[in-house]
Each structure stands twice: as structure tokens, then as C-alpha cells.
Nanobody, 126 residues
Framework: QVQLVESGGGLVQAGGSLRLSCAASGRTFSNYAMGWFRQALGKEREFVAAIDWSGRSTYYADSVKGRFTISRDNAKNTVYLQMNSLKPEDTAVYYC???????????????????WGQGTQVTVSS
């Protein structure tokens, strides 16, 4: 089992920045690729970004490309999501997720991930 705990959410004005963190425990963190997803009120959970076990490979949803950066620190068992130039449409609950490193390619759908955190709310005011 892998336990994931997100933090860093909050209220920010449009154009501002936030950095989300996701702390992992329970298994060797570097054995897992990680992803960030978000779910706005009344909408389905959607992919935001993914990173492989080493941190060398990343992938982003078109809606956040150029504004968000996913990174990880395997020594700290933590994955991050740096969010810049935030827009009101970025408002959502943000979740981190983990999938074993052996999964082919970077996982970008909810069904591919095995473990999920409880989420952290991000609200962007206009």
C-alpha cells in the first residue's frame, strides 16, 4: 500500500501561483510514477500532469502546459505541482496518484493509477 497526502492548496487570485505537494509513505517512492489530477465541481476528474519514477520524463494536459510544472524529490518521497499564471478555470480539488514504475509509458487516465490521495482544494478568484 502507498499512502498519499496532498497539501498546499488554498485561495489565490487569478495570475497568482501555488505549489502543491504530495507526500508518499508505505512503499519505496522511487518505484512509482506519479500523476496529478483535478476535479471541478460537477465535472469528471481530469488529468493534469505525470512524471516517471526518475523525474526525467513528464507529460502535461494541454490546458496547463507552459503554466504548471511537475517534479519530484525521491529523497523526500514527495511529488510537487508548481502552478503559475493561475486562472479561475483551474479551480478544483487536486489529487495526486501513484502507479508502479513498470507501467508502460506515462499514465494519463484515472483507471491506470493504483493509489490516490484525499485531495486538496485550489480556488482561483477572478
Amino acid at each position: 500500500q502507498v499512502q498519499l497526502v496532498e497539501s498546499g492548496g488554498g485561495l489565490v487570485q487569478a495570475g497568482g501561483s501555488l505549489r502543491l505537494s504530495c507526500a508518499a509513505s508505505g512503499r519505496t517512492f522511487s518505484n512509482y510514477a506519479m500523476g496529478w489530477f483535478r476535479q471541478a465541481l460537477g465535472k469528471e476528474r481530469e488529468f493534469v500532469a505525470a512524471i516517471d519514477w526518475s523525474g526525467r520524463s513528464t507529460y502535461y494536459a494541454d490546458s496547463v502546459k507552459g503554466r504548471f510544472t511537475i517534479s519530484r524529490d525521491n529523497a523526500k518521497n514527495t511529488v510537487y505541482l508548481q502552478m503559475n499564471s493561475l486562472k479561475p478555470e483551474d479551480t478544483a480539488v487536486y489529487y495526486c496518484a501513484a502507479v508502479p514504475w513498470s507501467h508502460p509509458g506515462l499514465a494519463i487516465t484515472t483507471q491506470e493509477y493504483d493509489y490516490w490521495g484525499q485531495g486538496t482544494q485550489v480556488t482561483v478568484s477572478s
